[in-house]
């Protein structure tokens, strides 16, 4: 295991169970413990963790801080294409509709139906001019891209317009993206403009399939936009905890583990 992913694991694990110890994360990971120290000193340094003696307790604050579209999509960039694969078995049948968000895991899925000859009987609708562009120059038909407001850090379209126009539709499976998941505070994001676009297309959708790599599992965001027991399923990669993939199988909430 790279120790990129070990990190990313120990944060979720410690916003999770809210108190860690090296020794057992040592165990755990089969490394030293000073290799531990040293994952979460990084961690402590980028505000992730607090370090106490002994092991790291987790943040207590809700996070706020939001990141260029650039910066997100090249974050768990391989996690986000093994998720976005996973999440192609969650389609509708033909001539269904499909609602996507703007997030950049859904956009990794939004690449995969450019490239899928059934994408055409589809009628998809989103929120993100990115995944509108990428989809009509793939030459798909049937693309609604809701009107609004458009915020520039990360291209999603918010606002009334948009809330309203969602009011009148209904789609088969809606495709979500979250900047956190926790089993109390469900999902949430930085924003509250795209927090109603994301809720409003999860009320209106027969199924919720939420995109989530585990870099988010145990985070909070300030908005929550949704209870878990909004959501149907969720695609995460294999770094994700087995404390939460259980709890949430628990919860009868599908998990996906992309491989």
Same mark, same amino acid.
């Given at each position: 295991m790279y120790a990129e992913e070990r990190r990313? !694991?120990?944060?979720?694990? $410690?916003?999770?169970?809210?108190?860690?110890?090296? +020794?057992?994360?040592?165990?755990?990971?089969?490394?030293?413990a000073e290799t531990v120290r040293r994952d979460l000193a990084v961690l402590a340094h980028e505000g992730i963790i607090h370090r106490?003696?002994?092991?790291?307790?987790?943040? !207590?604050?809700?996070?706020?801080?939001e990141f260029t579209l650039d910066t997100r999509s090249k974050s768990a960039s391989g996690a986000k294409s093994a998720i976005a694969r996973g999440a192609l078995e969650f389609l509708p049948d033909r001539h269904g #509709?499909? /609602?996507?968000?703007? #997030? +950049?895991?859904?956009?990794?899925l939004a690449d995969m139906l450019a490239e899928d000859p059934q994408a055409h009987h589809w009628s998809i609708v989103t929120n993100c001019l990115s995944i509108a562009l990428s989809l009509a120059n793939?030459?798909?038909?049937?693309?609604?891209?809701?009107? #609004?407001?458009?915020?520039?850090?990360?291209?999603?379209?918010?606002?009334?317009?948009?809330?309203?126009?969602?009011?009148?539709?209904?789609?088969e499976?809606? /495709?979500i993206g $979250?900047?956190?998941?926790?089993?109390?505070?469900?999902?949430? +994001?930085?924003?509250?403009?795209e927090a109603a676009v994301k809720r409003a297309m999860i009320t209106n959708a027969q199924k919720v399939v939420v995109l989530c790599d585990s870099t988010k599992l145990g985070n909070d965001y300030l908005v929550s936009f949704a209870g878990i027991d909004d959501i149907d399923v969720v695609v995460t990669d294999a770094g994700a905890p087995e404390s939460i993939v259980e709890a949430l199988r628990e919860r009868e909430i599908q998990v996906v583990i992309a491989s």
């Amino acid at each position: 295991m790279y120790a990129e992913e070990r990190r990313r !694991q120990i944060a979720s694990l $410690t916003a999770i169970e809210g108190r860690v110890n090296v +020794t057992d994360l040592a165990q755990r990971f089969d490394v030293t413990a000073e290799t531990v120290r040293r994952d979460l000193a990084v961690l402590a340094h980028e505000g992730i963790i607090h370090r106490v003696h002994g092991g790291a307790v987790a943040t !207590q604050s809700f996070l706020t801080t939001e990141f260029t579209l650039d910066t997100r999509s090249k974050s768990a960039s391989g996690a986000k294409s093994a998720i976005a694969r996973g999440a192609l078995e969650f389609l509708p049948d033909r001539h269904g #509709g499909i /609602f996507l968000d703007a #997030g +950049t895991t859904v956009a990794a899925l939004a690449d995969m139906l450019a490239e899928d000859p059934q994408a055409h009987h589809w009628s998809i609708v989103t929120n993100c001019l990115s995944i509108a562009l990428s989809l009509a120059n793939a030459g798909l038909d049937e693309v609604q891209l809701l009107g #609004g407001t458009v915020r520039a850090i990360t291209q999603a379209v918010v606002g009334d317009t948009a809330l309203r126009t969602l009011a009148l539709m209904r789609a088969e499976v809606a /495709f979500i993206g $979250t900047n956190a998941l926790t089993l109390d505070h469900g999902l949430s +994001t930085a924003d509250s403009q795209e927090a109603a676009v994301k809720r409003a297309m999860i009320t209106n959708a027969q199924k919720v399939v939420v995109l989530c790599d585990s870099t988010k599992l145990g985070n909070d965001y300030l908005v929550s936009f949704a209870g878990i027991d909004d959501i149907d399923v969720v695609v995460t990669d294999a770094g994700a905890p087995e404390s939460i993939v259980e709890a949430l199988r628990e919860r009868e909430i599908q998990v996906v583990i992309a491989s």
